[in-house]
């Protein structure tokens, strides 16, 4: 099979549709000089995480249009969909644009315009107030995005631990855990797979191409262009399991179940990398043991995927060893037993000897970029509160949401908020009010009124990534990467930079020793200059690459390190069994959707990022609300018509406040309906999106806690469809 580049356009869905038509006509009709000449100034992009470089072009001191920068790995000159359309955050006129205090109820807010020096002078009063009542690790920070750093930076100035994103227990940490527990590292954040170079590719409910992180997509199709085989596990035929050789349409909640198959079948028939395995790991024999039971027969009761398709794949798969990529995925909370589900993708990966291997997962380039240099150290702090999960590699959010509603281990009595929107990214809504309404400070920091905002006490209006200089950033991939992100334009409206309000914050806080640059300039020269790198070159630039000829592959003197106790690859993991957990993963059933209901199933739309970009007006002229798919035979079975507006109603009786288009297909499964996350947006402030479609949020009451790092599986809810009179 092979597939073009020009695939990728129709994998990734309709980026080229984003014109950039609206943005000239907004920008003329904002400027009435004469054009000047353009400058360039380049940046990377804030629509996800995966910053892809760009340059803005500007006019007349506003910018006009933005492009990928070809120096950066992450973009390699292209930007997807949202990225494309930076201009509809920029020149949003929901944008916040003045500090604003809350005179109202958090939840039912009523904002006064206030300035930044009042609204500063109220943040440090009552974080003052916070350190002397309760100690200031009762000061939590959420983060999403560059400008946190200055944030977290400020945070553990100030003494606190507790710096949470739900990046971690809301997405990617049970595979994070998983394969650290395996390997003694993480596949990272840019991930290290290989897919350029694969000769086969497993992805296991990812649906790369509609999860559009950019260079992750670009290496996928260059993959496949190449003749790599891709199999796809997925309840729905998404647009990548459309390209697959094999798409295994498993029943939900079951992959575990394929994967030990899978596990048995190669060490049964000895298909695994000996040399690798007796080289770099532990517990080859008791991982046979441990899987005895796990026969194809078993598995394809279970899954539903045929038993002779197990067994074929797992064949398939040890005849292009080591160059196959099983993908961790990144959103892996699923079902509360994920860091064991990633670790058996972790074991399937070593046995087929594809860590560190070409095709399989790079080991990415070293390289660092200190600290600002001199600053005094942070005071001491005590525990952070961790929950009670003995393998979370960073804090867990919903910890701390328990910590501010139940007092244990010790209060939590104010949050900053900075670019994450909690009422919306963490399971069970009226849990997270609970905890709001609890709290002595709310503070969002945000640059949009977005649902979060108005549960604030008081809004912090950032500019956005196009009119702000941020921290440096890195990435390891096949090179070390910095960036810099240079402002293509001064701040719309009274909006401010993280930088500067974390800066002004800290001096009325007597915090000021920890921010003693006069400028961001003078900051990231001084980073520049510790890592021996050209400011002047990389501001120029945007993004430069170091290390580049380090080896990504294991060779006889590219020797690989695993962070594990036994500084092997764990087959098998004593440290688990140690804990009272699973030394091998072990199959254990989930909960069927009771009569009437389907498993609700969710995920990326390809020109969204969750309700990041629902009132961007580019994007939203092209998925203004998302639609409930559902397979034709249950569709007829119901009398559902195509168009027809619905409401869902979940297994504890909650039900939507909007309503939701139904789209009939025969790509889903019979048992359960799918939806885009990010929808149904309830601040009114947000004049497009506002009540278009239906939450994902709205209906996960029910979330199952990963016992051994706290990860939130939120797949274990089940909708009935409910048809409007
Ligand atoms: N139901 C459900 N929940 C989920 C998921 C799901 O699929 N379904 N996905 C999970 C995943 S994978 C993740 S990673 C998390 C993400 O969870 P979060 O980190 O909480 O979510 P984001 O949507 O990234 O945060 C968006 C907020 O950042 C603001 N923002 C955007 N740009 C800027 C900026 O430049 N500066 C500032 N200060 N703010 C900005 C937006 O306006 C918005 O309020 O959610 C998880 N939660
Ligand atoms: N366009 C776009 N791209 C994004 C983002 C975005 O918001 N928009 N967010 C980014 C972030 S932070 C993350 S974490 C990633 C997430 O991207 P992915 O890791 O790819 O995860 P999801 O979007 O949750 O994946 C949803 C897929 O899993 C399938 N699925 C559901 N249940 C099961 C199951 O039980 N078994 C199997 N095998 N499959 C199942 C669904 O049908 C769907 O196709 O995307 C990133 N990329
Ligand atoms: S993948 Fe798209 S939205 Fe994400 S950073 Fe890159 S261009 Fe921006
Ligand atoms: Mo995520």
Redesign the pocket.
């Known amino acids: 099979m092979s597939i073009s580049r020009r695939d990728f356009l129709k994998i990734a869905s309709a980026a080229a549709a984003v014109s950039a038509a609206p943005v000239f006509k907004s920008v003329s009709a904002m400027s009435t000089k004469p054009s000047a000449p353009p400058t360039f100034s380049p940046n990377y992009c804030?629509l996800c995480f995966w910053n892809c470089g760009l340059i803005a072009k500007s006019v007349n001191g506003k910018v006009v249009k933005i492009d990928g920068n070809p120096l950066s790995y992450r973009g390699k000159g292209k930007l997807c969909g949202r990225g494309n359309a930076g201009l509809g955050l920029l020149y949003d006129p929901d944008r916040l644009k003045h500090p604003m205090l809350n005179i109202g109820k958090r939840g039912d807010p009523k904002w006064k315009k206030i300035s930044w020096d009042e609204a500063l002078s109220f943040i440090a009063n009552k974080l003052n107030d916070i350190k002397q009542k309760y100690g200031p690790e009762a000061v939590a920070l959420f983060s999403?995005?560059t400008?946190g750093s200055f944030w977290k930076h400020l945070l553990k100035a100030y003494g606190s631990p507790n710096s949470a994103?739900?990046?971690f227990a809301?997405?990617r940490g049970p595979r994070d855990v998983g394969f650290y527990l395996t390997f003694g590292a993480a596949p990272g954040s840019p991930e290290h797979y290989d897919f350029a170079k694969s000769k086969f590719i497993v992805l296991i409910g990812s649906h790369l191409g509609e999860n559009a992180h950019n260079s992750q997509v670009q290496d996928l199709i260059n993959g496949l262009d190449n003749g790599a085989k891709l199999v796809v596990l997925d309840p729905r035929l998404s647009n990548v399991a459309a390209k697959a050789n094999w798409w295994l349409p498993v029943k939900p909640a079951t992959d575990l179940a394929v994967l030990l198959a899978w596990i048995k079948i190669i060490v049964d028939e000895e298909l695994y990398d000996k040399e690798y395995i007796s080289k770099y790991a532990i517990g080859i024999k008791e991982l046979k043991e441990e899987v005895k039971d796990y026969t194809p027969e078993w598995a394809s009761k279970i899954s539903e995927i045929p038993a002779a398709t197990i067994v074929e794949i797992a064949r398939e798969m040890a005849k292009h060893k080591p160059n196959l990529c099983i993908s961790g995925g990144r959103?892996t909370v699923w079902y509360g037993d994920d860091s064991q589900r990633s670790r058996a993708i972790a074991i399937l990966t070593a046995l087929m000897g594809s860590w560190g291997r070409e095709g399989g997962y790079y080991l990415p380039a070293a390289g660092k970029v200190p600290k600002y240099p001199g600053l005094p150290e942070y005071p001491d702090t005590g525990d952070s509160i961790s929950g009670d999960y003995p393998f979370a590699l960073l804090q867990v959010t919903n910890a701390i949401r328990d910590a501010a509603i139940t007092d244990k281990p010790y209060p939590c009595k104010g949050w900053i908020i900075?670019?994450?929107?909690?009422i919306?990214?963490m399971?069970n809504k009226t849990e997270t009010i609970n905890a709001l309404r609890k709290l002595d400070l709310v503070v969002a920091?945000?640059?949009?009124p977005?649902d979060?905002v108005d549960w604030a006490d008081i809004v912090l209006p950032?500019c956005?990534?196009l009119e702000r200089y941020d921290d440096i950033g890195t990435g390891k991939f096949q090179t070390f990467e910095v960036t810099m992100r240079v402002p293509g334009m001064k701040p719309l409206f009274e909006s401010k930079p993280?930088w500067w309000i974390t800066k002004e914050l800290s001096k009325k806080m007597g915090l000021e020793a920890y921010f003693p640059w006069n400028d961001i300039e003078e900051y990231l020269k001084a980073r520049c200059e510790a890592a021996g790198i050209s400011f002047d070159e990389l501001k120029q630039k945007g993004a430069l690459q170091f290390n580049d000829k380090a080896n990504p592959y294991i060779a006889a003197d590219n020797q690989p390190e695993f962070n594990t106790p036994s500084e092997k690859i764990e087959l098998y993991s004593k440290q688990l069994k140690e804990h009272g957990f699973d030394p091998v993963p072990k199959y254990t059933a989930h909960e069927e959707p009771p009569a009437d209901h389907y498993r609700l199933v969710?995920g990326r739309s390809p020109l969204h990022?969750?309700?990041?970009t629902i009132n961007n007006f580019m994007l939203h002229d092209l998925i203004p609300e998302n639609e409930l798919w559902i397979n034709t035979k249950q569709a007829a079975k119901l009398g559902l018509k195509k168009g027809e507006y619905v409401r869902l109603v979940n297994q504890d009786g909650i039900k939507t406040d909007t309503k939701i288009k139904i789209k009939i297909t025969e790509r889903l499964r019979e048992d359960c309906v799918y939806m885009y996350?990010g929808f149904g947006v309830n601040s009114a402030n947000l004049s497009r999106a506002n009540k278009r479609g239906i939450g994902?949020?709205e209906l996960?009451t029910k979330y199952t806690v990963d016992p051994l790092m706290g990860g939130t599986g939120?797949r274990g809810n089940f909708v009935k469809i409910v048809k409007e009179a």
Do not use: W
């Open positions: 804030e999403h995005g400008g994103a739900p990046s809301q997405c959103f900075y670019g994450s929107n909690l919306k990214t399971p920091v945000d640059v949009l977005t979060i950032e956005t990534y993280s969710f990022t969750f309700s990041r996350h994902t949020d996960i939120i």
